[in-house]
């Protein structure tokens, strides 16, 4: 990227000096050529990752969060899970890029510029939550090929932008639209330009709701690169592949979009319950739709001693899917009894809500705290494992963090 021309500009004396070291054979060393000493980029500094995150990939990039990291109500890009399936685009212009509204159910296609959308339309904030349908694979059995993310592919960030519904409205949008699909500036791993990354999308009930928007700010600042700059697509409480990064394009389509990663087991389960390891005929596959009810304890970490006597706060976050979380228990005794946990309400749709509680200890010893949320169909976590699918999504087991009194 910079980097690249960066080098390009650079004399070979003040390289030397970059490297702190002189570069003994320089004069064999291929014009352009960029020295060892440049090739391995430090993700946490390129994308202003906190340290403690874990990369799981770095081609294409998937970093994710530790439970503890996640404490914050809104979550800072620092401890955002970085989710990509391609490349990040490598020259990215604010000033010419266009978002263009197309597809069998518009009939006269149209663009518009970043001034354009933020000028024409009313600008909404939302905080939103966005989880990988694959947070969780990492505990399937048999495993799910893909990134192992365990819990901290999920975050809850504050988004501003304009309603996707706003625009199609401006644009005009057929009867017989049924789905939109959006497309993007990422780079297929292969650099093959004919073949995009990841092009999925929602049905239109999903892309008229006042809480889908076309973002251009996250917590109040331009979007981070790796998390769609300039411009985004965030569908909250849908698996967040749906949330196109880097989007110029949304099709609004008569078909349920077909663009990839939208068939097969991408982003699809069994319709109904299989066996674990079954296989599952492609017309008894299911699209993704709203996530299930799940929590995570971020504070305190797993591990954390405590003195006999004194009560352990927990907090945390919850959430739904499309729905509220109605309840929020906890359990010491492996899920035998639960207490009640104070839940707050969601500070707007589709936004994470925070738990926090006291937990009295009977004695010394080794204790597991579980946290298990409700939904406001009544539908709670599963204990250990919800059903197996092919590709390891949806798996909203109760989180559990290990506690010692000593
Ligand atoms: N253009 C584009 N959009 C994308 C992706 C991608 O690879 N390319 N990944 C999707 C997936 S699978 C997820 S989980 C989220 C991750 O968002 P984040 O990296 O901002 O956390 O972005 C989604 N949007
Ligand atoms: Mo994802």
């Known amino acids: 990227m910079k980097r690249r021309n960066f080098i390009k500009r650079t004399t070979l004396g003040s390289l030397s000096t970059l490297i702190g070291a002189e570069i003994v054979f320089a004069d064999t060393m291929p ?3 960029l020295p060892l000493a440049f ?19 770095d081609k294409p990039w998937n970093i ?3 439970a503890h990291l996640l404490d914050d109500k809104i979550t800072p890009n620092s401890s955002m899970f970085i989710r990509n399936n391609g490349l990040i685009p490598e020259q990215i212009d604010a000033n010419t890029w266009t978002l263009t509204i197309d597809g069998e159910s518009v009939d006269t296609p149209k663009s518009y510029t970043l001034e354009e959308l933020k000028t024409k339309f009313n600008q909404h904030t939302y905080q939103l939550t966005l989880e990988c349908g694959g947070n969780g694979r990492s505990e399937f059995d048999p495993p799910a090929k893909g990134n192992q993310w365990t819990v901290g592919a999920v975050s809850c960030a504050s988004w501003t932008g304009v309603r996707l519904r706003d625009i199609l409205e401006d644009v005009g949008v057929n009867n017989d639209a049924v789905y939109i699909g959006y497309h993007a500036a990422d780079v297929h791993l292969s650099r093959d330009p004919q073949k995009e990354p990841i092009s999925r999308g929602a049905p239109m009930a999903k ?6 928007l076309i973002a251009f700010q996250m917590n109040g600042k331009d979007i981070p690169l790796a998390h769609g700059y300039p411009l985004r697509l965030v569908a909250g409480g849908w698996p967040a ?14 078909i349920v979009h077909d663009g990839t990663k939208m068939t097969g087991t991408a982003y699809r389960v069994p319709c109904n319950p299989v066996a674990p390891g079954e296989k599952v005929k492609d017309e008894d596959m299911c699209i993704i739709e709203s996530m299930p009810v799940k929590s995570l304890i971020t504070y305190p970490r797993s591990g954390a001693t405590i003195k006999e006597g004194k009560a352990l706060d927990i907090r945390g976050h919850a959430w739904a899917g499309e729905l509220e979380v109605s309840k929020m228990e906890y359990s010491i005794d492996f899920g035998a009894s639960w207490n009640d946990c104070p839940i707050e309400k969601p500070y707007n749709r589709l936004a994470w809500q925070h738990f926090a509680t006291k937990i009295d200890f009977p004695k010394k010893g080794y204790y597991e705290v579980w946290a298990k949320a409700t939904d406001s169909r009544g539908i709670s976590q599963p204990m250990l494992l919800p059903g197996w699918n092919p590709k390891g999504y949806l798996n909203n087991a109760c989180h559990r963090i290990a506690i010692k009194v000593v």
Do not use: C, H
């Open 39 to 57: 090739q391995d980029p430090d993700p946490f500094k390129m994308f202003n990752k906190n340290k403690e995150m874990e990369v799981l990939n």
């Open 31 to 33: 014009k352009g050529y």
């Open 207 to 212: 892309a008229m709701q006042d809480e889908t």
């Open 241 to 254: 592949s749906v949330s196109g990064k880097w989007v110029n394009r949304i099709s609004v389509r008569n």
């Open 64 to 66: 994710e969060a530790k």
